[in-house]
């Protein structure tokens, strides 16, 4: 899909359709109220008979005789005086996908008036949303569903008000780089785990690293044993499929010794090893390296937007199986740090990966730290599929986090780290057991981790609930989401103090142009 800058009045672009915001108010303004005048009210009809009240993505499609578009779609925003940027995403997503399934293949899009405060990430949003919209899960079938869109339009004009062209036109540019690693970061998660092993995972990640001019090194099973990451290496040792760890450098403040690490589960498929997991949806398993697809993706747009920031992705990867060398309960694995941990599960392998990822990430000079993992089930227990549960040791850190990462378009909830869940992490026979049963799961958890930080400020983002969806939506296919690559490139932007993706509360002063 090709996304550009249009200038001059909506109305007269040429393309299958226009589609301009209505909000539940039913006051039509900017480029709505142009449709309804050469429309001759219809969309004034529309709101009257009750076919659309302006809810947050409904539709009403009328067909434009006479007009350069051939099609009006108005598309509901919700309450006005409530709207943020981010809603522009799911608004160009609902788009691309109503009308792809109308076979339009060129569409034109309208900002509402109230994007003239923050032009850059309005335009920012609207061509990410519209390219997160094209992606389908049929992507073995030989019939594969292709989203016929070609050509998104952002028009520069809203009835009276016109839109700085320059400020369009990088929000634009910003929101197709986004757009496009979060599709790679969902590709990824796809993608089967006979078709995704560790080795794949770190094949794509030096890929889309290359392209993205990042350094890249892959780290074998060889090289682990020589650091004592005894903790991944128990878990690969029921796969035939060697473990690898990746590490992605992006080296954009050379000078600074500031360092934030955005640390992955990989885990390309999850049978649960010897405790292993019910048969139901097990499929779903190949889900379980989302985070690592996640900070890949994330990494390869860091490089190409080019923030002024040091930035590390890792990417511990291993498959979970039930081998004849697989790691048995009761077994006692050493992680990089030296740290003894008795596996009481050998389902909760993702805490045992992580371990010497972050050790890892702290030797090669991280003086921050992110990780993100479907980790527990617990998580989407306690918060369903609505929101990311946020775990840290550093209540600034977090803080500065969320007010971020809830602008992006992705949710987080923060979750305590009592001393309790530290206690009750520890082993009698060990250091520390990897699993302490249901109460509390994805709190304890995040303690296991947090033996393998030190004092170096943290967070730990479980995605379980957020990573894949069962259902589709108006403006996503069902499957994987991309979380939390939104969030984590618009915290590195905002660290970088970068205009594009600033947000109230955040270091950087929002873009009104």
Not at 107 to 136: C, D, K, M
Not at 181 to 203: F, G, V
Not at 369 to 393: K, P, R, W
Request: net charge negative.
């Amino acid at each position: 899909m090709q996304i550009r800058v249009s200038p001059g009045s909506a109305l007269d672009i040429e393309a299958g359709a226009l589609v301009v915001p209505v909000f539940s108010d039913g006051k039509l303004d900017g480029a709505a109220a142009a449709a309804d005048k050469a429309l001759n009210g219809a969309l004034t009809e529309a709101f009257t008979s009750g076919e659309i009240g302006g809810k947050a993505n409904e539709t009403v499609l009328i067909h434009a005789g006479g007009l350069a578009v051939k099609r009006v779609l108005a598309i509901g925003l919700g309450d006005r005086n409530k709207l943020q940027p981010s809603a522009l995403a799911s608004y160009a997503g609902t788009a691309v996908r109503y009308l792809g399934k109308r076979k339009v293949t060129t569409v034109a899009i309208a900002l509402p008036l109230e994007a003239q405060h923050h032009v850059r990430r309005s335009a920012s949003f609207v061509a990410e949303g519209a390219l997160v919209a094209t992606i389908e899960t049929t992507t073995y079938r030989t019939d594969r569903e292709v989203n016929p869109v070609e050509h998104v339009l952002v028009a520069t004009s809203a009835g009276d008000h016109t839109f700085e062209e320059q400020a369009v036109a990088e929000g634009v540019e910003h929101g197709r780089i986004l757009g496009e690693s979060i599709n790679e970061t969902r590709i990824l998660a796809l993608t089967p785990a006979n078709d995704m092993t560790p080795t794949h995972l770190a094949q794509a990640a030096q890929r889309l690293g290359a392209a993205a001019g990042l350094t890249v090194d892959v780290l074998d099973e060889a090289r682990m044993e020589k650091l004592g990451m005894g903790s991944l290496l128990g878990v690969s040792r029921g796969s035939d499929e060697p473990a690898t760890l990746t590490v992605l450098k992006y080296e954009g403040d050379p000078g600074n010794p500031e360092v934030l690490a955005l640390v992955g589960k990989g885990l390309t498929f999850d049978s649960g090893g010897i405790s292993i997991k019910p048969s139901e949806n097990m499929h779903e398993m190949k889900y379980d390296m989302s985070g690592g697809a996640a900070v890949i993706g994330a990494m390869s747009a860091i490089g190409r937007l080019k923030p002024k920031i040091n930035v590390i992705g890792v990417v511990p990867s291993s498959e979970n199986l039930p081998g004849p060398r697989a790691v048995k309960p009761g077994d006692v694995l050493t992680a990089m740090n030296g740290k003894t941990i008795e596996v009481i599960n050998t389902d909760a392998e993702g805490r045992l990966i992580l371990a010497d990822a972050l050790c890892y990430a702290r030797e090669l000079g991280a003086t921050k730290l992110i990780d993100a993992a479907t980790l527990t089930g617990a998580m989407v227990v306690a918060l369903g599929h609505a929101a990311t549960g946020a775990i840290s040791n550093d209540e600034a850190f977090v803080k500065q986090f969320l007010a971020v990462a809830n602008t992006s378009g992705e949710r987080y909830w923060q979750l305590p780290l009592y001393e309790d869940y530290s206690t009750a992490v520890k082993s009698e026979i060990a250091d520390l057991r990897n699993s302490t049963g249901r109460a509390g799961g994805s709190l304890t958890a995040s303690a296991f981790l947090q033996h393998f930080v030190g004092t170096t400020p943290w967070i730990h983002l479980d995605i379980a609930g957020t990573a894949y969806l069962d259902g589709e939506t108006s403006f996503r296919a069902k499957g994987p989401t991309g979380v939390p690559v939104r969030a984590f490139v618009a915290f590195v932007e905002d660290l970088a103090h970068v205009k594009t993706h600033a947000s109230n509360g955040s270091t950087a002063a929002a873009a009104t142009a």
